[in-house]
């Protein structure tokens, strides 16, 4: 309903001349860009360059040090707007997964809408089973992290970041901290939220996903923005030789 | 100087009579000791600079001086001041106030132990910090903070000790008694040695098992 009506609106994100430092080390330069309802961003870059960082800032678990972001229509500002609201309505998953270890996959998936939401437990793990079959983990919803590979501990996080109902979704390197073998069918879950009309920012080095599901590549390098474009453009014409450079690179591993 | 047992066992239901006061008193300290170091531990952590500080100067403080001496100020001090403690509160609360420093501490590495990415998970999902601590970050402390909380309930039943100090009736100020009523010097204090063992080896074997269990 209310998504509808956004929807037609176009834009969710804007990034304006954003910066961040660490003390004197300033890992984001000034970066500038938009996003549309439904579009699919991949972010890549050589590790330093500062994606991870950016994607962090965008909900605020890393204060950005200048810039304007705006969300969904409203100026984010620490203190001028509610940074918790905000964060409810992106969702985030990490490269670690960061589930939370003493709680069963369905407590890990219904314990944000209990607490945040005030949902009733029951509607909540209804819910939350719901997800966990979506992420094809309905048969694990009783286990605990401990007893999961790093595959469906991942699946198990997308599952709970989902069930906050958000109208962005960030992954930051989902799958580097996967076995080879399982990094599949965390892929194909991603697929899946993109072919439904997700609206998402995935940093990654995948590029079979991104030529899959992206409709548009930023490359970034050394905290700035080097070049932006269509997968196709990016990955078969890149413009810069420090784009050419990292894509032979990630050809050959 | 032989050990002699007969003896023992003849003073044991008086021997054992202290380990009561001594094992009573181990747990009246430790429960107010637990509470207050949580409290302590929490704002140390997250009570702001002011609390932050006042919490530090506390722990330092008693960190750094005899549990006996806050032992004898509580008992033999206050009272100038119109605080009146009998022995037992006295005992108690010293060795409350001493070990909530201790257990403070114990909490606050706990909480430290725990990875950052389990607070932003929980700040991505719009939890406030509160909400991170109450269902994200305590329980899965208190697990951690069990091993290390069983070695300090161990550590307090041999430190209740120094209330011999103000004349408290414990095993070991028992054993003492013993001594001087039969010029035996060894036998009683032995016996004593025995008594405060079978009361913390089971503890310290319990919290090895825990600490295994947590690995």
Same mark, same amino acid.
């Given at each position: 309903?209310?998504?509808?009506?956004?929807?037609?609106?176009?834009?969710?994100?804007?990034?304006?001349?954003?910066?961040?430092?660490?003390?004197?080390?300033?890992?984001?330069?000034?970066?500038?860009?938009?996003?549309?309802?439904?579009?699919?961003?991949?972010?890549?870059?050589?590790?330093?360059?500062?994606?991870?960082?950016?994607?962090?800032?965008?909900?605020?678990?890393?204060?950005?040090?200048?810039?304007?972001?705006?969300?969904?229509?409203?100026?984010?500002?620490?203190?001028?707007?509610?940074?918790?609201?905000?964060?409810?309505?992106?969702?985030?998953?990490?490269?670690?997964?960061?589930?939370?270890?003493?709680?069963?996959?369905?407590?890990?998936?219904?314990?944000?809408?209990?607490?945040?939401?005030?949902?009733?437990?029951?509607?909540?793990?209804?819910?939350?089973?719901?997800?966990?079959?979506?992420?094809?983990?309905?048969?694990?919803?009783?286990?605990?992290?401990?007893?999961?590979?790093?595959?469906?501990?991942?699946?198990?996080?997308?599952?709970?970041?989902?069930?906050?109902?958000?109208?962005?979704?960030?992954?930051?390197?989902?799958?580097?901290?996967?076995?080879?073998?399982?990094?599949?069918?965390?892929?194909?879950?991603?697929?899946?939220?993109?072919?439904?009309?997700?609206?998402?920012?995935?940093?990654?080095?995948?590029?079979?996903?991104?030529?899959?599901?992206?409709?548009?590549?930023?490359?970034?390098?050394?905290?700035?923005?080097?070049?932006?474009?269509?997968?196709?453009?990016?990955?078969?014409?890149?413009?810069?030789?420090?784009?050419?450079?990292?894509?032979?690179?990630?050809?050959?591993? | 100087?032989?050990?002699?047992?007969?003896?023992?066992?003849?003073?044991?239901?008086?021997?054992?009579?202290?380990?009561?006061?001594?094992?009573?008193?181990?747990?009246?300290?430790?429960?107010?000791?637990?509470?207050?170091?949580?409290?302590?531990?929490?704002?140390?952590?997250?009570?702001?600079?002011?609390?932050?500080?006042?919490?530090?100067?506390?722990?330092?403080?008693?960190?750094?001086?005899?549990?006996?001496?806050?032992?004898?100020?509580?008992?033999?001090?206050?009272?100038?001041?119109?605080?009146?403690?009998?022995?037992?509160?006295?005992?108690?609360?010293?060795?409350?106030?001493?070990?909530?420093?201790?257990?403070?501490?114990?909490?606050?590495?706990?909480?430290?132990?725990?990875?950052?990415?389990?607070?932003? #998970? &929980?700040?991505?999902?719009?939890? %406030?910090? /509160?909400?991170?601590?109450?269902? *994200?970050? @305590?329980?899965? =402390?208190?697990?951690?903070?069990?091993?290390?909380?069983?070695?300090?309930?161990?550590?307090?039943?041999?430190?209740?000790?120094?209330?011999?100090?103000?004349?408290?009736?414990?095993?070991?100020?028992?054993?003492?008694?013993?001594? #001087? &009523?039969?010029?035996?010097?060894? %036998?009683? /204090?032995?016996?004593?040695?025995? *008594?405060? @063992?079978?009361? =913390?080896?089971?503890?310290?074997?319990?919290?090895?098992?825990?600490?295994?269990?947590?690995?």
């Amino acid at each position: 309903m209310a998504d509808e009506k956004t929807c037609s609106t176009g834009r969710i994100l804007d990034v304006v001349d954003l910066h961040k430092s660490f003390g004197t080390l300033e890992v984001i330069k000034g970066v500038s860009f938009g996003l549309d309802h439904k579009e699919r961003l991949v972010l890549m870059g050589p590790s330093g360059s500062g994606k991870s960082t950016l994607v962090r800032c965008l909900n605020w678990i890393e204060p950005p040090t200048s810039g304007r972001i705006v969300f969904d229509g409203q100026e984010v500002q620490a203190g001028a707007c509610d940074i918790r609201k905000l964060r409810e309505d992106i969702g985030m998953v990490f490269q670690q997964f960061n589930v939370f270890p003493h709680l069963t996959a369905l407590q890990n998936v219904a314990l944000g809408p209990i607490v945040v939401k005030k949902l009733p437990r029951a509607d909540a793990e209804a819910e939350a089973r719901e997800l966990l079959a979506k992420v094809g983990l309905a048969h694990r919803a009783d286990h605990k992290p401990g007893q999961m590979s790093g595959g469906e501990q991942q699946r198990v996080a997308i599952a709970r970041a989902l069930a906050m109902h958000p109208k962005l979704m960030l992954f930051d390197e989902p799958t580097s901290s996967i076995d080879v073998e399982l990094i599949r069918e965390v892929l194909d879950v991603m697929v899946k939220l993109a072919d439904e009309g997700m609206t998402m920012i995935v940093v990654t080095h995948e590029m079979g996903f991104a030529k899959e599901v992206a409709d548009r590549v930023i490359f970034m390098d050394r905290g700035l923005i080097i070049e932006t474009g269509t997968p196709a453009e990016v990955f078969e014409h890149p413009q810069q030789e420090r784009t050419q450079n990292f894509l032979s690179k990630v050809h050959l591993a | 100087m032989a050990i002699d047992f007969r003896l023992i066992w003849e003073k044991l239901p008086f021997l054992l009579g202290g380990a009561w006061t001594t094992f009573s008193l181990t747990c009246v300290s430790m429960v107010f000791a637990t509470v207050a170091g949580l409290i302590v531990g929490l704002l140390n952590m997250f009570g702001g600079r002011v609390l932050g500080t006042i919490t530090r100067v506390y722990i330092e403080a008693v960190r750094g001086t005899p549990a006996l001496l806050l032992i004898l100020i509580v008992y033999y001090a206050l009272p100038r001041f119109g605080l009146n403690f009998p022995q037992f509160p006295a005992a108690a609360v010293s060795l409350a106030v001493c070990y909530a420093a201790y257990i403070a501490e114990v909490f606050r590495s706990a909480v430290e132990s725990i990875p950052m990415g389990q607070t932003e #998970a &929980a700040y991505s999902l719009g939890m %406030s910090r /509160l909400q991170s601590l109450r269902y *994200i970050i @305590l329980p899965q =402390t208190f697990r951690r903070v069990l091993p290390p909380l069983a070695n300090e309930f161990a550590a307090l039943i041999k430190d209740t000790s120094l209330v011999a100090f103000i004349s408290m009736e414990d095993l070991l100020f028992r054993s003492k008694m013993v001594s #001087a &009523a039969t010029y035996d010097y060894f %036998s009683p /204090l032995v016996g004593a040695a025995l *008594i405060y @063992l079978v009361m =913390t080896l089971p503890i310290m074997q319990w919290s090895r098992s825990l600490e295994k269990k947590v690995d």
